[in-house]
């Protein structure tokens, strides 16, 4: 299947805050019309180049295992940060087929999330890899940045002020990335993977992926599962599970899934999570209500619209089960106040 499948969304006015208001509002009419009737879409012109990233990135796995479990999750603590092997994390119970580093907005110690010990908020682990920290921190930065834009696309979209959520939510987002590498090489018959990512939906607001040329991601639609090819110099770009809450099923998380690699050469993706305060409290958006039970068309069979409380409850509840043996050693901490 060809990348004009998705739609490709020109988001050049969002991120250029002195574009006319008509540019701005043409851009969310597109959004809201790909979150609507697709749930995924390619956004073109977005500014920001993921090559240095990706480059530290192929360094990084092309490493000995024994110099990336220098890192291990294991050591990040709350935070959840640092490097995971292959078949270290589990989507529906089942081993995916990649091993991956967790990043995160660096935090210091003094932090009042960070001395709570709140999950995912606190230090990265960083590689000994000359400029990886300040790579990493810029792309942080920047992509912030374009998720902000995003949403206010959205907003406009949706007939909102265009800061709506900036105002109620996203002034002090949980930001989440990701760096996962997708070997082709057969899977141990021992190991239990059967994909590279199993079928699943993302938590957050907004996810913004970049993929290199080797391809592999899927999406599940009324007509089967479709690829979602690489397109150069775009994220494929997918609604999450708080945005299909907060729209009443407006907008939908739609489940994806990442095939083994056999192209013959390893694949790298670059995820980066848009997501709302870990505090604050789902609520749907001015004229939007709960939405009917959507249990029968979820991959989970979970009831999302039925969901209430803080998004932290959430998405710790969601990450607990991805990696379950790091979950049983560390006590969630939920605190309103922090």
């Not at 939510?169 to 021992?190: E, H, K, M, Q």
């Not at 699943?200 to 991601?217: E, I, K, R």
């Not at 739609?254 to 980066?272: A, K, Q, W």
Request: with cysteine; aromatic share 10%; net charge negative.
């Amino acid at each position: 299947m060809s990348a004009s499948h998705w739609p490709v969304i020109d988001v050049a006015p969002l991120v250029d805050p002195s574009s006319a208001l008509d540019a701005r509002r043409h851009v969310g009419r597109a959004l809201d019309d790909a979150a609507r009737r697709h749930g995924f879409f390619y956004a073109v012109a977005h500014h920001v180049d993921p090559t240095p990233l990706a480059t530290l990135a192929r360094r990084f796995f092309a490493q000995d295992e024994a110099v990336k479990q220098r890192i291990p999750m294991s050591a990040g603590g709350p935070a959840w940060r640092g490097y995971f092997a292959l078949g270290g994390e589990l989507t529906s119970n089942r081993p995916d087929w990649k091993e991956g580093l967790y990043l995160g907005r660096e935090l210091p110690p003094e932090h009042p999330r960070v001395r709570a010990g709140t999950i995912l908020h606190g230090a990265n682990l960083w590689p000994d890899i000359a400029g990886f920290r300040e790579t990493v921190l810029a792309y942080l930065d920047a992509m912030t940045s374009l998720g902000q834009a995003l949403m206010r696309g959205f907003a406009s979209g949706l007939g909102l002020p265009e800061d709506h959520f900036r105002d109620n939510g996203t002034a002090d987002p949980l930001i989440l990335l990701r760096l996962f590498n997708y070997p082709s090489r057969p899977v141990p018959a021992d190991a239990g993977a059967q994909w590279g990512v199993g079928e699943h939906t993302d938590y957050g607001l907004l996810t913004m992926l970049w993929q290199d040329d080797v391809g592999g991601l899927q999406v599940r639609t009324g007509e089967g599962w479709v690829d979602v090819p690489p397109l150069p110099d775009s994220f494929v770009c997918n609604v999450g599970d708080m945005l299909d809450r907060i729209t009443g099923g407006r907008y939908r998380s739609v489940p994806h899934r990442v095939t083994l690699n056999t192209s013959g050469r390893d694949r790298l993706s670059i995820p980066f999570f848009f997501d709302p305060d870990f505090n604050w409290q789902v609520q749907p958006v001015p004229g939007s209500d709960a939405g009917a039970d959507d249990s029968g068309r979820r991959w989970d069979g979970a009831n999302l619209q039925a969901f209430e409380g803080r998004y932290g409850e959430y998405v710790a509840a969601k990450v607990g089960k991805v990696f379950p043996e790091l979950r049983r050693g560390l006590q969630a901490t939920l605190t309103p106040d922090a």
